[in-house]
């Protein structure tokens, strides 16, 4: 007898997607959009199918990821920010909130939220997954969020 396995296609060809980027840090965040476009569209998304919803700062993040979830237009919705440490225990506490809102939200909904938020320690870190050194992080969750896209479809 064999199993049944699931695993989501990378096929966004006919999906819709929902992007929440903030402006804060934006000369980061337009490089995690530019690279999450880019991934949607490289994989068969048509432009016309993807919304991006700008919001201040990381903080705003999750209330619009929630709306764009709980509308179920969307198979998918990526979140993109950049939260960089400084001074103040500021930036910590964004991170900590916004993931568990995050993976809250997408329980609730039922429509994957794909965290996309560079979280570093100082600005070199943050450029390295920018679109830099170590890859593009907004093209990788667009990539998560095509294929939870397909694994959830699969089911229904
Ligand atoms: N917002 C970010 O997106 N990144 C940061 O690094 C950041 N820091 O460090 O302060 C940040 N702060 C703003 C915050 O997200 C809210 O927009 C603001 O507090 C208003 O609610």
């Given at each position: 007898m064999s199993t049944k396995e699931y695993a989501g296609q990378l096929n966004a060809a006919g999906l819709k997607f929902g992007i929440v980027v903030s402006r804060f840090n934006d000369f980061l965040t337009r490089q995690l959009l530019a690279g999450a476009v880019d991934c949607l569209s490289r994989h068969?998304?048509?432009?016309?199918?993807i919304a991006v919803a700008w919001v201040p700062g990381a903080y705003e993040i999750p209330l619009a990821a929630q709306k764009l979830a709980q509308g179920k237009k969307y198979s998918a919705v990526v979140a993109l920010g950049a939260v960089i440490q400084g001074a103040t225990p500021h930036a910590e506490l964004i991170n900590t909130q916004l993931a568990r809102a995050l993976m809250q939200i997408a329980l609730e909904s039922g429509v994957p939220v794909i965290d996309g938020v560079v979280a570093a320690e100082n600005l070199d870190q943050a450029i390295e997954r920018c679109g830099t050194k170590s890859g593009n992080r907004g093209w990788n969750a667009a990539q998560s969020a095509i294929e939870m896209a397909n694994l959830l479809g699969n089911w229904k």
């Open positions: 068969g998304a048509a432009e016309a199918d």
